[in-house]
């Protein structure tokens, strides 16, 4: 099967989206001279394109893309080529409404923006897979090509006719029969029983509350139905070009698609990624995206999209300041990207995204985004050889599940406030602090290679992820886990007792009496800690420990934190520096420890094999203790004992 090492070739991949079709053609050679001069060594040509190849139905305009192919190859860049069949052209919705996807209140969404197609619509596929076909039997054999880019950030609902008679189909194969699938839904409940699968829906607008199991199976349905989509065209170009790698890129943390499902479809595991710049933990969400896109591709990875500067979809667009681009992009590196690439190449001056940055910007050559991307690529040309397909090793895991959060994160919960990605980075945010590196893991994955294992939240699970936890266990691991977790079986029914009677003696908790969510901006004390968000009335079995006990109020007195053995559990999500504390404290327990001791804030220290990356998130100077003799990749110099970082910088270490 092919891979990412196939396209890189001992390289980093450095470039990105190119979309020349904006532009006159005497643009394309000066953009050629830059690129050259950034050390661009790949670009993604075709991503919005098809109105241009496909004007009307079944016309071919290739001339245009045949001679950028060319242009490229004659310049030494490789071409990521895309199938464009995230925007289809207006021509398409108007002869073929049936294509466009329809809201559950029943509203279409019409053309004038893009990913406006019904995954279902036999239509939509049929001319996606023509297009792709004749890509494919063009291009397939071009010295320019390297890899394959299957549409665009897969992330269409649709609730309307089509769908609803694909998600009948997907229904009946999965139940075969309907007292299967009453069961499952718990139709009893408000007399919503099924006597014939065309009576059955998608979740569109109701009087009142939607059956929450009907809404999990329809996402189930919906990262289906746009995974079908993707194999299609992606078993077409794999026909034509077995030997060169096939990509789709992510969103990170989308609650459309089962992402775990989709990376065993890809050749190559690609995100796209947009840190807010004044978020002060903005490089902390980055590098959990970065871990976890890591971890489902098994290795080196792609950053297919990030902003050389401001985006344009927050309220308030703030550009990057001054290093900042750079220290992002080489954390990325740090963290096992094979590929730093960007949307896009040259800022547009017209459409939606005018006003989103690009690696030119509308300050041209001379304008310092442009100055800094030229630094990041001899950069990364320095870094290629020694860091390219290089693995990271990590002792820790967090377990995260699409199925889960999608049974968690509907209405009528105890408690709105409750949101799944913020209580991952709440996770995540105390190992980055201590610098502990870690991976992402479904809860049916093979855990064994792991010091110690960390539930977030997994509101759902099924019986063998519980007995996977259980087997981690007793095989000598460390399992931390927080609360709402193994509520509630795969269908989303409650397990007796609110909490798995397996889990519950797991981490020792004779009986949960009752949640007690806290409101917004609320806290509640305990004897080590202020707790947030949530809380509960727990009462321990006899050979618990109670490792921190709640103060005042209903539940004083009662366990916030409890364990048994090597189970632990957290009624509470504890404020930043106390958890920040407990995990150091029960990952030093573990035998885990940081990848540097000794660090100075904001530092962050991350290896991929030989190498040490240390990448400094702040603008004053500091210096990093380190430990005997040392190579700087970047500056070419022999470190001793120390390494001085400056603002937003990076030092590459070997010893």
Same mark, same amino acid.
């Given at each position: ?12 991949? !450095?470039?990105?989206?190119?979309? @020349?079709?904006?532009? @006159?053609?005497?643009?394309?050679? +000066? ?52 199938? /464009? ?22 509203? *279409? ?44 950030? =897969? ?20 139940? %075969? ?42 996402? %189930? !349905? ?30 990170? #943390? ?34 959990? *995206? ?9 290795? &080196? ?20 300041? %001054? ?29 939606? +995204? ?59 919960? /105890? ?34 290679? =792991? ?9 759902? #699970? ?75 009335? #727990? ?21 916030? *934190? ?11 999500? /504890? ?18 420890? &940081? ?5 100075? &804030? ?22 990093? @203790? ?12 022999? *470190?001793?004992? +120390?390494?001085?970082?400056?603002? =937003? ?7």
């Amino acid at each position: 099967m092919p891979h990412l090492g196939d396209a890189t070739r001992g390289r980093i991949l !450095f470039g990105g989206d190119y979309n @020349p079709e904006q532009w @006159p053609e005497e643009i394309w050679h +000066e953009d050629v001279r830059l690129m050259r001069d950034a050390g661009v060594n790949s670009v993604t040509l075709g991503v919005f394109s098809w109105s241009r190849l496909e004007p009307e139905p079944g016309a071919r305009e290739f001339g245009w893309l045949d001679t950028l192919m060319d242009l490229m190859h004659d310049s030494g860049i490789g071409v990521v080529l895309a199938t /464009p069949t995230s925007s289809p052209p207006p021509w398409m919705g108007r002869l073929h409404p049936e294509t466009l996807p329809r809201t559950e209140d029943g509203r *279409v969404e019409w053309w004038g923006g893009r990913q406006h197609f019904s995954h279902s619509s036999a239509a939509y596929r049929r001319y996606a897979a023509a297009i792709t076909e004749d890509l494919a039997a063009r291009y397939g054999g071009h010295p320019a090509l390297t890899m394959w880019h299957i549409n665009n950030e =897969y992330c269409t609902f649709d609730h309307g006719d089509e769908a609803a008679a694909a998600f009948r189909r997907w229904l009946r194969e999965k139940y %075969r029969t309907l007292d299967a699938l009453n069961t499952a839904w718990g139709t009893a409940f408000w007399s919503q029983d099924y006597d014939t699968w065309d009576g059955i829906l998608p979740p569109r607008t109701p009087h009142y509350l939607k059956n929450p199991t009907q809404v999990l199976d329809f996402r %189930r !349905f919906t990262s289906d139905m746009l995974l079908e989509c993707y194999r299609a065209e992606r078993d077409i170009v794999a026909r034509h070009t077995p030997h060169l790698p096939v990509t789709t890129n992510f969103m990170p #943390l989308w609650i459309g698609q089962d992402a775990w499902r989709w990376a065993e479809e890809e050749d190559v595991v690609s995100v796209d990624l947009y840190p807010d710049p004044r978020d002060p933990f903005g490089a902390q969400y980055a590098a959990m *995206v970065q871990d976890l896109t890591r971890s489902q591709a098994r290795g &080196p990875w792609m950053l297919m999209e990030q902003a050389a500067g401001p985006v344009n979809w927050r309220g308030v667009n703030h550009p990057k300041p %001054r290093g900042m681009n750079r220290l992002w992009s080489l954390q990325a590196v740090a963290r096992g990207a094979d590929a730093v690439c960007y949307f896009q190449w040259r800022q547009s001056r017209q459409g939606a +995204e005018k006003f989103h940055s690009g690696m030119v910007s509308h300050a041209g050559e001379e304008g310092r985004t442009f100055q800094e991307v030229k630094q990041l690529g001899a950069d990364l040309a320095k870094l290629g050889p020694h860091a390219a397909d290089r693995h990271i090793t990590a002792e820790v895991a967090v377990l995260h599940d699409w199925h889960a959060w999608w049974a968690g994160a509907q209405d009528a919960r /105890p408690s709105t406030e409750v949101d799944l990605p913020a209580v991952l980075t709440a996770w995540h945010r105390a190992l980055w602090e201590n610098n502990l590196t870690a991976d992402f893991a479904h809860p049916e994955h093979d855990l064994s290679g =792991y010091r110690m294992v960390l539930v977030p939240q997994l509101y759902a #699970l099924t019986d063998a992820a519980i007995d996977n936890l259980l087997g981690y266990v007793r095989g000598g691991g460390v399992l931390v886990s927080g609360f709402l977790t193994g509520v509630a079986d795969e269908d989303d029914r409650v397990r007796d007792g609110g909490m798995d009677a397996r889990l519950r003696e797991l981490f020792g908790i004779r009986v949960l009496h009752e949640w007690w969510p806290l409101d917004a901006g609320e806290t509640v004390e305990t004897d080590g800690f202020d707790g947030t968000l949530w809380s509960e009335e #727990l009462e321990p079995a006899a050979d618990a420990r109670v490792e921190a006990v709640y103060r005042r109020g209903e539940l004083e007195g009662m366990p916030a *934190v409890l364990r048994r053995d090597r189970a632990w559990y957290l009624s509470t999500l /504890p404020e930043p520096g106390a958890f920040r504390t407990l995990l150091a404290r029960i990952a030093a327990e573990a035998g885990v420890r &940081p990848v540097l001791e000794g660090l100075p &804030p904001g530092v962050e220290a991350v290896r991929r094999g030989d190498l040490l990356f240390l990448l400094h998130h702040g603008r004053e100077p500091v210096t990093v @203790p380190l430990a005997g003799t040392h190579h700087d990749l970047l500056t070419g110099t022999t *470190v001793t004992d +120390e390494v001085r970082l400056g603002r =937003y910088g990076v030092a590459v270490l070997r010893p």
